[in-house]
């Protein structure tokens, strides 16, 4: 059965996401841009929860379980690095003061990046989305992104010159600061904390409450992918 309301609400949320990356897009270099995590993740929640939007609309399946819990892990990820670490004046790997320079689209872009989208898709998954259906072994395979990106981000810095803008995408992940072996330890301490919070979403979304009437969410236990 068609589900409008689901519909809309997940395609406003695809649409955040897409307008924040368009902007950014349009503002600098889409090749710089598309090097983030945050444009990572923002990609998937515009094309997961854009097809989730459309298969509610037409009344057909969602998405499979391991895919929306993967996205919402990674924007988890994105909202939580951006307001703890990189946007907090008290943590070593802050940026708050060039934060703080960000106005007009760029400084729309950045709220719809990094706190829009990753409330609305936790806001998704727990008014629209029925509980019961991701699995621990769930959280294990989500760590393919972060680890598939940090490959990613080394493999680009090493290949830039030194000196270039922006050449590690992140303070903690920049070799040129802590050296392979500091970086290596962030992103195992980092890893363990993804593992841990992929882990916790699972148990939340074995335990917590179906708030949301049959009507209003946008699958059935049935009708969901992997579980």
Not at 49 to 60: D, Y
Not at 67 to 78: D, H, K, R
Not at 133 to 141: M, N, T, Y
Not at 200 to 225: M, T, Y
Request: hydrophobic fraction near 55%; proline fraction near 7%.
């Amino acid at each position: 059965m068609p589900n409008r309301f689901t519909a809309v609400v997940r395609g406003l949320i695809a649409l955040a996401a897409a307008t924040g990356i368009v902007i950014e897009c349009v503002q600098g270099n889409p090749l710089v841009v598309f090097s983030f995590f945050t444009i990572w993740s923002n990609t998937a929640v515009a094309v997961v929860l854009g097809l989730g939007a459309a298969r509610a609309w037409t009344g057909r399946p969602p998405p499979p379980a391991v895919w929306t819990g993967g996205v919402l892990l990674c924007i988890t990820i994105v909202g939580l690095v951006f307001h703890l670490v990189l946007d907090n004046p008290s943590s070593s790997f802050n940026q708050a003061a060039d934060i703080a320079r960000l106005t007009g689209a760029r400084a729309v872009a950045n709220q719809l990046l990094h706190t829009v989208t990753p409330l609305g898709v936790a806001l998704d998954w727990l008014l629209l989305t029925p509980p019961g259906a991701l699995r621990p072994r769930h959280a294990a395979l989500w760590l393919a992104a972060p680890g598939g990106y940090l490959a990613f981000a080394l493999v680009r810095g090493a290949l830039l010159p030194d000196g270039a803008r922006t050449r590690y995408t992140y303070p903690f992940i920049d070799v040129t600061a802590h050296g392979y072996a500091g970086v290596l330890v962030n992103a195992l301490v980092l890893g363990l904390a993804f593992y841990a919070l992929g882990l916790l979403l699972v148990a939340a979304d074995r335990f917590r409450p179906a708030v949301a009437g049959r009507r209003n969410r946008i699958s059935s236990l049935g009708a969901g992918g992997l579980k």
